[in-house]
């Protein structure tokens, strides 16, 4: 009977080592989201590092438009320097957003995070495009307008949901896909074929994404109090249940053992909450109240997700389904794994 980490092992000892793309020691195009795309559940074959690198860049087209947008209120093929968005003859999908999306900032510490990952995640735009040459895919249709709207129905907190209304909706917006990155590159570790050029800068941008959902997480917890029952704080667990709900159950790597959150749910995945611990574990110690501001298992160790579940939450589709349309990417991705 298989459980997560038996699953992991058994990832890694089936992939082959066979490198599928050369890009050398500047290979920062590690923002490789692993897994497998739908056919590849069916027949144990190695993804290629392109397909695996253009996930990627779909994925990165997604969050530099959206942090862009709240910074600058333009798209960025729209920014004084432009960051293209068709390459290699390829046609650029659409970016569907309501009218004047710069978010009206108040607070300098949010304001200050949003334009610091809004130029990070450009810059992975940029790096992976150029990682993958003529080879790299065109931004496909996304949409930051109806897919808020669906997954705040889809979470159970209203019909409808603005990212751009205010600094709080920001960094709700921001949790939504942060801490989805983590565990996307979490999952692509053993998949990657290149170890010593490739997986080295994969884990220095998980690391990236790991502060970037730290702070989000930090900033939340600090606008409710530290109180679990905080009005930020309910919505994330709300999402973060959503999330796990989409993702599982993976139907590549069926897990028997049931998922358990630090703070004891039931899930992969948990909100901006309190929970009571013991320092050495035991019953007699003191309890203390600790936070959540890591997503991690009850080991705190942090999630692994593959390309399917990755596809599931994105899409806002059940893991199980047979195609990964709607959500933010209302046409699907560009690219292999789609």
Known sequence: MATLETQQLDEIIVKTRRKMLTMGGAALAALAFGGTTKAEAQAPTTTPDQDI????LNLEYLEAQFYNLAVSGVTIDQLPTPIPVAVN???AGTVTVKPSPKVPFVSSIVAAYAAETATEEGKHVLFLQKA????AV???DINLLDSFNALANLAGIGTSFDPFASDQNFLI???IFEDVGVSAYHGAAPLISDKTGILPAAVGIHAVEAYHAGLIRTVISAYDGGVSTGPLSTITQAISAARSTLANPDPKNPITTPFTTFAGLTADDQGVQTTPVSLNGSSTSPTFTASTIGDTDLNALGWSRNTTQILAIVTGNPATATAFTGGFFPSGLNGTIS
Not at 53 to 56: D, I, P, Q, R, V
Not at 132 to 135: A, C, P, Q, W, Y
């Open 132 to 135: 993958l040459g003529s080879v």
């Open 53 to 56: 690198l253009n996930f990627a």
């Open 173 to 175: 917006g921001a949790y």
């Open 89 to 91: 003859g390829g046609t």
């Open 138 to 140: 065109s931004m496909p």
